[in-house]
Antibody, heavy 119, light 108 residues
Framework: QVQLQESGPGLVKSSETLSLTCTIS????????WTWIRQPPGKGLEWIGY???????NYNPSLKGRLAISADTSKNQFSLILTSVTPADTAVYYC?????????????WGQGMLVTVSS | SSELTQDPAVSVALGQTVRITCQGD??????ASWFQQKTGQAPVLVIY???KRPSGIPDRFSGSSSGNTASLTITGAQAEDEADYYC???????????FGTGTQVTVL
């Protein structure tokens, strides 16, 4: 059974760097796109970006310049790094496994992790 | 702001049919996927592509597309269908992806 679990600090100070890890169990990184999505409290979903197992990435243009997504195949994990955070980056962060066509298609998600950016 | 626009909220009587729409220029050349999100839970994929359902999704969920609009239809809505629904597709550049603004569905 495939399971994804987000981990990292739940509280980050403004201007600092947010680092999250998604640990994958029951599946290999190979063959899929590993995606981060976030949801500010009481608001809608925002696509952050993905790391493809072959090494390519694709980021939300609104976050480009602050964002990096990478993977560690030896640990079966992928990570998100977001620099220079502000309170607007406060959200539940989800990791997900999926594929991309004209749409994003996922089959497994993590439970989500709330990250609060304090001012 | 999202490039895919949805009505904020719709309601449907138990057992009746509801259509949720998603509008955006990118939908003229791209299909969408649809996610259901219940309170406090991670989203679940319910429809993708032209009109395909993942395993385990009831056949009362269906998808369609016309012009700049993608639609999700629930035929014979059940109490457990009460949730937020989000569409997803490529953005206007075609290089990235975006979620719709979301629709809250209430089953009366």
């Amino acid at each position: 059974q495939v399971q994804l679990q987000e981990s990292g600090p739940g509280l980050v100070k403004s201007s600092e760097t947010l680092s999250l890890t998604c640990t994958i169990s029951g599946a290999s990184i190979n063959g899929y796109y590993w995606t981060w999505i976030r949801q500010p409290p009481g608001k809608g979903l925002e696509w952050i970006g993905y790391f493809y197992y072959a090494g390519t990435t694709n980021y939300n243009p609104s976050l480009k310049g602050r964002l990096a997504i990478s993977a560690d195949t030896s640990k079966n994990q992928f990570s998100l790094i977001l620099t220079s955070v502000t309170p607007a980056d406060t959200a539940v962060y989800y990791c997900a496994r999926g594929r991309y066509f004209e749409w994003f298609q996922s089959d497994y998600w993590g439970q989500g992790m709330l990250v609060t950016v304090s001012s | 702001s999202s490039e895919l626009t949805q009505d904020p909220a719709v309601s449907v009587a138990l057992g009746q049919t509801v259509r949720i729409t998603c509008q955006g220029d990118s939908l003229r050349s791209n299909y969408a996927s649809w996610f259901q999100q219940k309170t406090g839970q991670a989203p679940v994929l319910v429809i993708y592509g032209k009109d395909k359902r993942p395993s385990g999704i009831p056949d009362r969920f269906s998808g369609s597309s016309s012009g700049n609009t993608a639609s999700l239809t629930i035929t014979g809505a059940q109490a457990e269908d009460e949730a937020d629904y989000y569409c997803n597709s490529r953005d206007s550049s075609g290089n990235h992806f975006v979620f719709g603004t979301g629709t809250q569905v209430t089953v009366l």
